[in-house]
């Protein structure tokens, strides 16, 4: 099962960016943290990473007809991006989005998701070990839908 792990601006500072808000590993760390994972032992991972809007819509849009299910983590693409979230409803692919920190005890202008209302689960808060969470929700969507 295809499962296309997506991750938007900035995150490619992980490690270096603000670590007492995202920690101090880097996106390389966390992507073998997932990829070694007894959750995505089930999963064929595709990873991206992207500064720009359109790159992440065109990855996604290209996977749509060969992936089952998406991870994404928008970055501040959250808080504004109608493209984006019109990209993930438009794609039709099951998503779950993910936040490193806690969204929600943030700025208020961070409590603002543009993406959640058309993934299937929203997980903030919980570190790196919340791409994990996403894919054990992905994995309960496909047993039960």
Do not use: W
Not at 29 to 40: C, G, H, V
Not at 115 to 134: F, H, M, P, T, W
């Amino acid at each position: 099962m295809k499962i296309l792990i997506l991750n938007g601006p900035n995150l490619n500072l992980l490690g270096e960016r603000e670590p007492e808000v995202y920690g101090s590993e880097s996106l390389e760390d966390l992507n073998l943290f997932i990829k070694t994972s007894d959750q995505a032992s089930s999963f064929d991972l595709h990873f991206f990473q992207s500064n720009h809007e359109g790159a992440l819509i065109d990855f996604m849009q290209g996977h749509r007809k060969s992936a089952q299910g998406m991870v994404i983590n928008p970055g501040g693409l959250t808080h504004y991006s109608v493209a984006l979230r019109d990209a993930i409803a438009g794609c039709q692919i099951p998503t779950v989005e993910v936040h490193l920190s806690d969204i929600y005890a943030r700025e208020a202008f961070r409590q603002v998701s543009m993406v959640k209302d058309v993934c299937i689960k929203q997980i903030s808060g919980l570190g790196k070990q919340g791409y994990l969470e996403a894919l054990t929700a992905l994995k309960d969507h496909f047993a039960t839908g």
